[in-house]
Antibody, heavy 119, light 107 residues
Framework: EVLLVESGGGLVQPGGSLRLSCAAS????????MNWVRQAPGKGLEWVSY????????YYADSVKGRFTISRDNAKSSVSLQMNRLRSEDTAIYYC????????????WGQGTMVTVSS | DIQMTQSPSSLSASVGDRVTITCRAS??????LNWYQQKPGKAPKLLIY???SLQTGVPPRFSGSGSGTDFTLTISSLQPEDFATYYC?????????FGQGTKVEIK
């Protein structure tokens, strides 16, 4: 069974940091690009970051560029999102999502981890 | 950035109805358009990719069409389990962007 399991969410003060992790299983991790997508409470979906299968090509949304860093460990089949200088507007459920190489569609999603930025 | 606009934002329909949701891109995205279904408290689920390709395991009552800037998602006969929010997403160029969502409710 293909599984993506996020962890690391929680409550953090504005300006603080948090590191999210996503553990993958049930598929050949090195064949797939990975993404983080977030959803603020009651709002729509917002793509956050992308990393290709080798960890070489990386993209970020402008809203997080310079504050968030995506990385992956292919030996451990995991992808991480280091979030620094957090703001209240970063409050959201963060989903790890697998990307299809030919279309960049997100074909598998984790259950999400909640990040709340508040004092 | 490419803006994605869905219409309507919400709709009410009955079981068995044919439902159509449209998605318009602010510039051409060729066929790089994907559709997702999201139920409350759950992660999104991919339904259609590259405008018209049905994701494995998705019932054939779902179909997608369009190219360039205008796309549609059609549910041929709405089932009780289809009441959800639907999002389009362009994967033509980064930043990948989503439509605002269409909530399909029970009439």
């Amino acid at each position: 069974e293909v599984l993506l399991v996020e962890s690391g969410g929680g409550l953090v003060q504005p300006g603080g940091s948090l590191r999210l992790s996503c553990a993958a299983s049930g598929f050949t991790f090195t064949n797939y690009e990975m993404n983080w997508v977030r959803q603020a409470p009651g709002k729509g979906l917002e793509w956050v970051s992308y990393i290709d299968n080798r960890g070489i090509t990386i993209y970020y949304a402008d809203s997080v560029k310079g504050r968030f860093t995506i990385s992956r460990d292919n030996a451990k089949s995991s992808v991480s999102l280091q979030m620094n200088r957090l703001r209240s507007e970063d409050t959201a459920i963060y989903y790890c999502a697998r990307g299809l190489v030919d279309s960049d569609a997100f074909d598998m999603w984790g259950q999400g981890t909640m990040v709340t930025v508040s004092s | 950035d490419i803006q994605m606009t869905q219409s309507p934002s919400s709709l009410s329909a009955s079981v068995g109805d044919r439902v159509t949701i449209t998605c318009r891109a602010s510039q051409t995205i060729t066929s790089y358009l994907n559709w997702y279904q999201q139920k409350p408290g759950k992660a999104p689920k991919l339904l259609i990719y590259i405008a018209s390709s049905l994701q494995t395991g998705v019932p054939p009552r779902f179909s997608g069409s369009g190219s360039g800037t205008d796309f549609t998602l059609t549910i041929s006969s709405l089932q009780p389990e289809d009441f959800a929010t639907y999002y389009c997403q362009q994967s033509y160029s980064t930043p990948w962007t989503f439509g605002q969502g269409t909530k399909v409710e029970i009439k």
